[in-house]
Every structure is written in structure tokens, then in C-alpha cells.
């Protein structure tokens, strides 16, 4: 008999995202995986985010509104009320590619050893448009501990790595993502997957453009010294060797105009093209009949059911 799919849960933290936060929902729901836990936290926007996410509430494990402390605390609060074996989040401008979900759930099957996965990135604008790429070399711990280079948006994880390495640490504003990865390379396995999960937005509002040379950094100085991440002498030559690299690689994907799962050739093209214009508009598919329901008193989405 066909292996059962284990459940996925998706948390999306948002706050005043309203222009981009329908296509990252769309993007999660027209996965059409049946075994989805898919929860939103929103830190009591101002702008229409809630009237935009009227329509998609009911699908939903569990949804709440209201003033929170962040968006760290957000993502650590919203995993409380999931269950499932395999474990994201999804920022409220970021978009998953399309058979994200199904290739996630075949690759843990397959590598039972594996207890983290991350891909390649695709930047996109605030229109959709591809405008430029991570292409990443195979995973390196030495590397990747002491570099934030995971794209947060392509990495999955199994619960029991993340009950072995602890919660998201809410006091981090920025380095939540490499705080948490750290702990994951140290009592886990990671690997990189040759392909693309899904796409990170560049935008004049976002955290990344905001915050990266004043609190980021701060932040990833922060992470060094808790885990004791010191570098050596290897370091001033390994760190510009593994940039250079992935920038090679990424200027050759665009050159040769190569395809691979999650992305179209070289740049310029629009992400919604991808998900043949779907992931803007267009009705979302019918409720797989295995669907996962909320237990009563679980918040705002009490009672609802979601369904890919």
C-alpha cells in the first residue's frame, strides 16, 4: 500500500503585508496537498490585509489578528498550534513554487537520514519579475553555520529536529531564520536540494533592505558569539571563495538560460508564470477529502478546515 503523506505545517507571520500577502496564501493552498496544517498570524495590521484574506480564512487550521511582539514571536506561537511531521514558515511576501510540498514529503520518505532540506533562491520584485538568483553549492555546515545564507523561505525541517534544537528564539528581530539553523546544523542533517522551492521578494518595505546593516548584522554577530562560531585564519579565504562561487553559478544559470524544477529561463520572467497565472487570481481547487480540522478553542480559525 502507498506510504500515508505526512501532515505539513506552514506558519505565515504577517503584519501590513496587504499588497503581497494573497499571492504567498495562494501559493501555499494551490500546492493541492491534502495534508496541510496552514496557520496565520498577523500582528494586527492596519491595512487590508484581513479584508484581502477574508475570503481564504476558512482554510486555515488556525488564524488570529492582534498585537504581537514580532515576527519571531509570531513564528514560534504559530508552530503551537501545528502538529505535523515536516515544518516551514512562509513570510507574508514570499511565494512557494509550485510542487513545492509534494517534492518536500518524497524527499524526507526517500532520505530518512535527512532532517533538514534547503534549495536555491529566485529574488523576485514586488511585480513577480525574476531578478536574480542564489545558486547554491553543496551544503557545508562549517559554511553555513558562520555565513546566513540558508534562503529561509526553501528550508523544511522535521519536527523532531526542531523539539531536539528548540524553539525559534523570540528575542531575535532579524536573524530568527540563521539563529534557529544553527542550532539545526548542530544536532541534525541538512542538505541542499539542486533546485528551487519557492521565491524571496526584494522590495523597498521589506526587513532584508530595512534592517540587514543595522540590526541584521548585529544580530549575526550575536548568533557567532552564543555558539561559539569562531572563523581562523581559512576564514578571510573560504567566506569570498563561497560567495564568488554561488555568484558564478548564478550568472551561468542565467547565461545558459538553464531550467530547473521551480524557476524559468535566465530573468525577466514573471513568477505567476510559473503557476499559469494562478497564484494572482482564479479559484482555488476543491478541499482534498483528507483535511485536517482545528480543535475547538483554537483561536479566530476555531472549527475551520484546510484543505490544498
Same mark, same amino acid.
Given at each position: 500500500?502507498?506510504?500515508?503523506?505526512?501532515?505539513?505545517?506552514?506558519?505565515?507571520?504577517?503584519?501590513?503585508?496587504?499588497?503581497?500577502?494573497?499571492?504567498?496564501?495562494?501559493?501555499?493552498?494551490?500546492?493541492?496537498?491534502?495534508?496541510?496544517?496552514?496557520?496565520?498570524?498577523?500582528?494586527?495590521?492596519?491595512?487590508?490585509? $484581513?479584508?484581502?484574506?477574508?475570503?481564504? /480564512?476558512?482554510? %486555515?487550521?488556525? !488564524?488570529?489578528?492582534?498585537?504581537?511582539?514580532? #515576527?519571531? *514571536?509570531?513564528?514560534?506561537?504559530?508552530?503551537?498550534?501545528?502538529?505535523?511531521?515536516?515544518?516551514?514558515?512562509?513570510?507574508?511576501?514570499?511565494?512557494?513554487?509550485?510542487?513545492?510540498?509534494?517534492?518536500?514529503?518524497?524527499?524526507?520518505?526517500?532520505?530518512?537520514?535527512?532532517?533538514?532540506?534547503?534549495?536555491?533562491?529566485?529574488?523576485?520584485?514586488?511585480?513577480?519579475?525574476?531578478?536574480?538568483?542564489?545558486?547554491?553549492?553543496?551544503?557545508?555546515?562549517?559554511?553555513?553555520?558562520?555565513?546566513?545564507?540558508?534562503?529561509?523561505?526553501?528550508?523544511?525541517?522535521?519536527?523532531?529536529?526542531?523539539?531536539?534544537?528548540?524553539?525559534?528564539?523570540?528575542?531575535?528581530?532579524?536573524?530568527?531564520?540563521?539563529?534557529?539553523?544553527?542550532?539545526?546544523?548542530?544536532?541534525?542533517? $541538512?542538505?541542499?536540494?539542486?533546485?528551487? /522551492?519557492?521565491? %524571496?521578494?526584494? !522590495?523597498?518595505?521589506?526587513?532584508?533592505?530595512? #534592517?540587514? *546593516?543595522?540590526?541584521?548584522?548585529?544580530?549575526?554577530?550575536?548568533?557567532?558569539?552564543?555558539?561559539?562560531?569562531?572563523?581562523?585564519?581559512?576564514?578571510?579565504?573560504?567566506?569570498?571563495?563561497?560567495?564568488?562561487?554561488?555568484?558564478?553559478?548564478?550568472?551561468?544559470?542565467?547565461?545558459?538560460?538553464?531550467?530547473?524544477?521551480?524557476?524559468?529561463?535566465?530573468?525577466?520572467?514573471?513568477?505567476?508564470?510559473?503557476?499559469?497565472?494562478?497564484?494572482?487570481?482564479?479559484?482555488?481547487?476543491?478541499?482534498?477529502?483528507?483535511?485536517?480540522?482545528?480543535?475547538?478553542?483554537?483561536?479566530?480559525?476555531?472549527?475551520?478546515?484546510?484543505?490544498?
Amino acid at each position: 500500500m502507498p506510504r500515508p503523506l505526512p501532515t505539513i505545517s506552514i506558519v505565515t507571520p504577517s503584519y501590513n503585508q496587504g499588497e503581497y500577502v494573497e499571492r504567498t496564501v495562494r501559493s501555499v493552498l494551490l500546492q493541492r496537498y491534502p495534508n496541510l496544517e496552514y496557520v496565520l498570524m498577523d500582528g494586527g495590521s492596519t491595512d487590508n490585509t $484581513m479584508d484581502v484574506l477574508a475570503p481564504y /480564512l476558512d482554510r %486555515f487550521t488556525h !488564524h488570529q489578528s492582534a498585537p504581537d511582539g514580532g #515576527q519571531s *514571536e509570531a513564528v514560534r506561537n504559530g508552530f503551537e498550534h501545528t502538529s505535523g511531521e515536516i515544518m516551514a514558515w512562509l513570510n507574508s511576501d514570499d511565494v512557494l513554487a509550485p510542487g513545492a510540498l509534494d517534492f518536500v514529503a518524497d524527499y524526507f520518505a526517500k532520505n530518512p537520514g535527512v532532517d533538514a532540506i534547503y534549495s536555491n533562491r529566485v529574488i523576485v520584485d514586488a511585480d513577480d519579475t525574476a531578478i536574480a538568483y542564489w545558486v547554491l553549492g553543496e551544503h557545508d555546515d562549517w559554511l553555513m553555520s558562520r555565513w546566513d545564507l540558508i534562503p529561509q523561505e526553501t528550508c523544511f525541517w522535521r519536527r523532531s529536529l526542531y523539539e531536539k534544537a528548540g524553539p525559534v528564539d523570540d528575542s531575535y528581530r532579524f536573524a530568527l531564520d540563521y539563529e534557529l539553523f544553527t542550532r539545526f546544523m548542530e544536532c541534525g542533517r $541538512m542538505e541542499r536540494v539542486q533546485r528551487f /522551492l519557492g521565491a %524571496f521578494r526584494m !522590495h523597498d518595505e521589506s526587513k532584508t533592505i530595512q #534592517q540587514l *546593516e543595522t540590526v541584521g548584522m548585529r544580530e549575526i554577530v550575536k548568533v557567532h558569539q552564543a555558539r561559539g562560531l569562531t572563523f581562523g585564519r581559512w576564514a578571510k579565504v573560504r567566506g569570498p571563495v563561497f560567495r564568488t562561487m554561488a555568484q558564478l553559478r548564478a550568472a551561468w544559470h542565467v547565461r545558459r538560460k538553464h531550467v530547473m524544477p521551480g524557476c524559468l529561463p535566465g530573468l525577466g520572467w514573471d513568477y505567476d508564470a510559473l503557476w499559469g497565472g494562478l497564484m494572482r487570481q482564479g479559484a482555488l481547487p476543491p478541499r482534498a477529502s483528507s483535511q485536517i480540522e482545528t480543535k475547538p478553542g483554537a483561536g479566530v480559525g476555531a472549527g475551520a478546515e484546510v484543505g490544498a
